[in-house]
């Protein structure tokens, strides 16, 4: 039963059919599907399967990703409450899109993908300024800064990662926190993530879920 339900929400997430797919999720619970099985067997999978270059159902236009993750977060939302046991959360991060930089639409897929892979996820808002990331992470216990850059300028600037860099090493910060950082530019140069210190990079939401863990594990004693 799991497969079909699966295959049907697929499909209306697919097709942005957001009422349909809130439904499917509805009628799986009411016909005794688990909640952590909706999670972590449907909306997960379906999430890996739209970036996958072999699927049927890869994500072609953009408004299409958006409104894939915008489902997932609110799936996922909905059934955390529900879950048995209080899910781990495997760790936490911040995220905003750098110093004069105002699209937003990036980092909000990527939020969206991260919470359904239960990274808690404070949302920092639109041109952050490299000590605002920094203050906040340290406030709220994140071990993990995400900056999305979607303009070469605001990538490479001295108030985005190199900044936050510059500021985790004179606080004595950088073994507790690392820096993610994505957007365009990076996707266009893959080796410019290390040109402005950060440790590491992600294409899209689900590389990225993947990546954190693995800076998440470096940091833990
Ligand atoms: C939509 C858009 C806008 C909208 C933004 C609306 C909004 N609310 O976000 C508006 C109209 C406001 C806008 C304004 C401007 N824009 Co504009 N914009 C775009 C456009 C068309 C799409 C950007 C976008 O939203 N992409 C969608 C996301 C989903 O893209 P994505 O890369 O696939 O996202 C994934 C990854 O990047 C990754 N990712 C993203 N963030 C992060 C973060 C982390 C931590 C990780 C791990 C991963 C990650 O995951 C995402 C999801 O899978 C691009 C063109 C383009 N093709 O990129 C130009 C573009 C970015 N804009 C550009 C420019 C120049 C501007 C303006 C300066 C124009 C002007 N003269 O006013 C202003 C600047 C405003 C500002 N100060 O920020 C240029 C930048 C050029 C450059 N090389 O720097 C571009 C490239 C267009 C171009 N070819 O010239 N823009």
């Known amino acids: 039963m799991k497969n079909m339900i699966s295959e049907q929400y697929q499909q209306a997430v697919f097709d942005t059919d957001r009422q349909l797919a809130l439904q499917i999720v509805q009628n799986a619970i009411d016909n005794g599907v688990l909640p952590e099985e909706i999670v972590f067997d449907i909306v997960v999978p379906s999430i890996e399967d739209s970036i996958s270059s072999v699927s049927e159902r890869r994500y072609t ?3 299409q990703h958006f409104m894939a993750s915008q489902i997932a977060a609110e799936v ?21 899109t750098s110093s004069g930089d105002f699209h937003g639409l990036g980092k909000r897929i990527v939020k969206g993908c991260l919470k359904a892979q239960m990274i808690e996820v404070t949302d920092l808002g639109l041109s952050v300024p490299a000590e ?12 993990v800064i995400g900056i999305s850059s979607m303009m070469a300028h605001t990538a490479r600037s001295e108030n985005g990662s190199i900044g936050v860099r510059r500021l ?17 530019p990076y996707n266009h140069d893959e080796r410019l993530y290390r040109t402005v210190c950060a440790d590491a990079w992600a294409r899209n939401g689900i590389e990225a879920g993947a990546v954190i863990v ?8």
């Open 168 to 184: 985790l090493k004179e606080r004595g910060l950088e073994q507790q926190i690392r820096i993610i950082v994505g957007g365009t």
């Open 76 to 96: 996922t939302e909905m059934m955390v409450p529900l879950f048995r046991q209080a899910p781990e959360i495997v760790g936490k991060m911040v995220i905003g």
């Open 214 to 221: 693995r800076l998440l594990g470096e940091i833990r004693p």
């Open 61 to 63: 236009n953009l408004a």
């Open 132 to 143: 605002r990331f920094v203050d906040q992470a340290v406030e709220l216990g994140a071990a």
